[in-house]
């Protein structure tokens, strides 16, 4: 279904836009449309199973219709590829099915991944679980790097086997493009360890020449200030950020909410942010480092199919929202057919 314009009036409810969701409870296709209320924007769906749904997109209604109303052009091919459902942690709010009992492989094989990677767009982000897990990832890197010299490759991680100066530079000797690290806040963290091995492995890119893309998952707006230092430290191997709002998404849902215009003002921001690759995120500078501020919002018919490649459990090639919703769904269901 197309979106469409409708004239704003902020001192009412009123309907904005018209889109397509899916539906929390079964992941399928689901109409939707944005209200407009004195407190912000509201998504609302409707699926003909489960009902009617609503979730708040922004608390800022003027800030989202600037961003709503933008054009925004398609990104090149780029493949986000689960390889393995284990990890070394159990994170405040975890997006994927690491840990999970449901009933599939542990590890996509070998040849699947080369599959995937190399039959898909000229990009592709490593995720799990945790990737380092993998003892054949230094082969999997090395094996995409030679049959594909051209392939950027990245691997999304924890950090904590990253704190082994010598694996982080096994992966750069193989071939690995850059490591895209998430690093929270201390007091979101589970542990002052983790966030130690954090910035242990944050130096040990920087021994070796490692680029890094830095991600930090906030649920309190104060969370962005311990950032700060570590962009001013590590600028040299630091050449792209994200900060992300914990949004009603996954195996836990945070009882607040925090939106990108709430960042954009905390930052100080309001009048040099810039258009992000969506409606719901936009860029920033901080210490001459861009930074991109998102936040999660159900709304497929506005992504699709400007979303990236996602591979789901049961090894379906999707777009990365909707496929984080299906394995979301089949995870809270609790049953997943073996297909990989």
Not at 78 to 96: G, Q
Not at 169 to 177: N, P, S, V
Request: net charge neutral.
């Amino acid at each position: 279904m197309e979106s469409g314009l409708l004239q704003l009036d902020y001192n009412r409810a009123e309907i904005k836009y018209r889109t397509t969701s899916l539906c929390p409870s079964c992941a399928k296709e689901a109409p939707a449309y944005y209200e407009a209320k004195p407190d912000g924007i509201y998504l609302h769906f409707d699926c003909g199973e489960h009902g009617h749904f609503v979730e708040k997109a922004e608390n800022d209604a003027a800030f989202f219709e600037r961003a709503y109303g933008l054009d925004y052009e398609r990104r090149p091919k780029h493949l986000v590829l689960p390889i393995t459902y284990r990890c070394n942690l159990k994170c405040k709010y975890c997006y994927t099915l690491s840990n999970s009992t449901l009933d599939f492989p542990r590890d996509i094989p070998m040849q699947k991944v080369l599959d995937y990677s190399l039959n898909y767009g000229t990009s592709t982000n490593l995720i799990g679980g945790e990737p380092t897990l993998r003892e054949d990832l230094p082969e999997i890197i090395s094996r995409i790097k030679s049959l594909e010299p051209g392939h950027v490759l990245s691997i999304s991680t924890n950090g904590q086997n990253l704190a082994d100066l010598s694996l982080v530079k096994e992966y750069k000797d193989r071939g690995l493009d850059f490591v895209f690290l998430s690093l929270n806040d201390p007091a979101f963290e589970m542990s002052p360890q983790i966030y130690k091995n954090k910035l242990v492995a944050l130096d040990n890119c920087l021994k070796v020449g490692m680029p890094v893309w830095l991600q930090r998952t906030i649920d309190r707006i104060e969370q962005i200030d311990s950032l700060l230092d570590v962009i001013e430290k590590y600028k040299h191997n630091i050449f792209y950020m994200t900060i992300r709002s914990v949004k009603p998404f996954g195996i836990r849902y945070s009882p607040e909410q925090v939106f990108v215009s709430d960042m954009v003002r905390y930052l100080k921001k309001e009048n040099s942010y810039i258009k992000g690759t969506n409606p719901f995120n936009c860029h920033v500078k901080i210490h001459g480092k861009k930074i991109k501020l998102c936040s999660w919002v159900n709304d497929v018919g506005r992504l699709d199919p400007h979303d990236f490649g996602y591979v789901i459990a049961n090894g379906e090639l999707t777009t990365f929202h909707r496929g984080m919703k299906v394995d979301e769904v089949m995870l809270k269901a609790g049953s997943w057919k073996r297909s990989l």
